[in-house]
Each structure stands twice: as structure tokens, then as C-alpha cells.
């Protein structure tokens, strides 16, 4: 049985007070050691470190919301993957649909993204997904398998499994409108059909692939039922305890 990995995407939100209460808040509700499951909080570079340093010693793992793929040198403003795995991050979140929209990232440059975090050991959580307009054209699977593919070119069979795929349909993204757990599942079932063609059938049984797209405690229930669908990535409802751990303990039964 594949884990569940709940991952919350904290946006450009929390200062340096706000990320601590809020991370020891999440630390106490989560301090049962977890079975066969993952969780991530994702908050802004600047208070990396001082999450880091509240999260030590529990379950939770850190992760980051963006990196550049050179290891370093003059790119003002920039991150590397070295940097983050020395701030204490295990993963990070490349491709989001609002740096694909506002910040122009495009499949080639995930690609890249990819291979750093790779090359750091990160887990890289690679998102893809249609806008609504695409949606409404009936591009949706074929969006998902250029995104898909292009993301993962030139990935060796030896580090597929490293990887974690988010589909995030991007008209649901902030909209309070999600996705229904069948078309999530229709989604996600394809990409594991994508991964079998491009590698082998055992990393499409095996790789995690989230969903995400406002993603709340009253549906993560009938989304995580689904076979296909291991987690979530998770942005509103990341940013206060109570909504949060509530969506990490339905997924966990949702296990059992």
C-alpha cells in the first residue's frame, strides 16, 4: 500500500511569529508518531529556518515552495536546492500553476528544477493541470501528459520514485470550487497510465500522485477514498492548525 502524504503549501502568508505559533500549534496535534503517512508544511524562505528548528524531532518534514537549478552565482533573488536541503527542507514544490501563470515557468524549466532538487536529495513535488478554459475544451488529459512528460524528460528509472506528482486543476486553486472525487480519479488514474508507458508498471503502482485544489476538511474524506489518489496538496486550509491536522487524520484513516 502506497503512504498518504499531506503536504501544506503556505503561499506568500506567516511572518516569522505567525509560522512558529502556527508550526508548534500542528506539532502538538500531530505528535503521535505516523503510520505508512507523510506531512509536509511548505512556508515562505524567510522563515525556513526557524520552522526547522520548531518542527525537530517530530514527524513533520520541511519542505519549500520554489529553487533555481543553478547551484550558485549571480541570480539576484534566487534559491538554490543546496541551500534549501542546509536550511533542513526534505522536499520542495516546483511548478506550481501560479509560477507557471504569474512567473513564467514552463515545462522546461520544472525539468531543470527537478534535477537539482534530485541532485540535493530532495523530493521534488512536481504539480500539474489545466485551467478551466482547457478544461471546458476538453484538453484536460492532454494538458496533464505535456506537463506530465515534459517535466519528467530525461529522468532516469532510478529516480521516478523519488518524485511526487500533484494534479491541481488550476480553475480550482483558490476557488472554493475543487474538483469531485471522480474527476480527480479520472485524472489521476491517467497519469499512473502515462507513468507505466514511460517507465515500467511498477512505478505507476508505486508513485505518490496528490491531489490539490482547494482541499478542505469536509471533502479530503471522499477525495482520499479514491485508489489512485495518496494525498494532497493543500493551501487555505494549510494555513491554521485546526483545518489542517483535520485533513492529516482523515487521510490517515482513510488508511487503515
Known amino acids: 500500500m502506497r503512504m498518504k502524504l499531506i503536504a501544506g503549501n503556505w503561499k506568500m502568508y506567516k511572518n516569522s511569529q505567525e509560522a512558529k505559533e502556527l508550526v508548534q500549534g500542528l506539532k502538538d496535534c500531530l505528535s503521535k508518531p505516523l503510520e505508512n503517512a507523510c506531512v509536509v508544511v511548505c ?46 527542507c526534505a522536499f520542495v514544490i516546483i511548478g506550481h500553476s501560479e509560477r507557471r501563470k504569474y512567473f513564467g515557468e514552463t515545462n522546461e524549466s520544472v525539468n531543470k528544477k527537478i534535477k537539482a532538487a534530485l541532485e540535493n536529495d530532495l523530493t521534488p513535488i512536481v504539480c500539474v493541470g489545466e485551467t478551466l ?58 497519469i499512473r497510465s502515462l507513468l507505466g508507458n514511460m517507465y515500467s508498471q511498477e512505478v505507476s503502482k508505486n508513485l505518490l500522485i496528490l491531489y490539490g485544489g482547494s482541499v478542505k476538511p469536509d471533502n479530503i474524506g471522499d477525495l482520499i477514498k479514491e485508489e489512485d489518489i495518496d494525498g494532497a496538496l493543500v493551501g487555505g486550509a494549510s494555513l491554521k492548525v485546526d483545518s489542517f491536522t483535520q485533513i492529516v487524520d482523515k487521510s490517515i484513516k482513510a488508511n487503515v
Not at 524531532?57 to 552565482?73: R, T
Open 43 to 88: 512556508p515562505p524562505f524567510t522563515v525556513l529556518k526557524e520552522v526547522c528548528q520548531v518542527i525537530d524531532g517530530s514527524s513533520i518534514k520541511l519542505g519549500a515552495q520554489n529553487l533555481y537549478w543553478e547551484k550558485e552565482g549571480p541570480f539576484t533573488g534566487e534559491v538554490s536546492a543546496g541551500m534549501l536541503k542546509n536550511a533542513g
Open 133 to 190: 478554459q482547457q478544461r471546458q475544451n476538453n484538453q484536460t488529459l492532454r494538458v496533464v501528459e505535456d506537463h506530465v512528460e515534459g517535466a519528467l524528460q530525461g529522468i532516469a528509472s532510478s529516480d521516478i520514485l523519488k518524485i511526487v506528482i500533484a494534479y491541481e486543476p488550476v480553475w480550482a486553486i483558490g476557488t472554493g470550487v475543487n474538483a469531485t472525487p471522480k474527476q480527480a480519479q479520472e485524472v489521476h488514474k491517467y
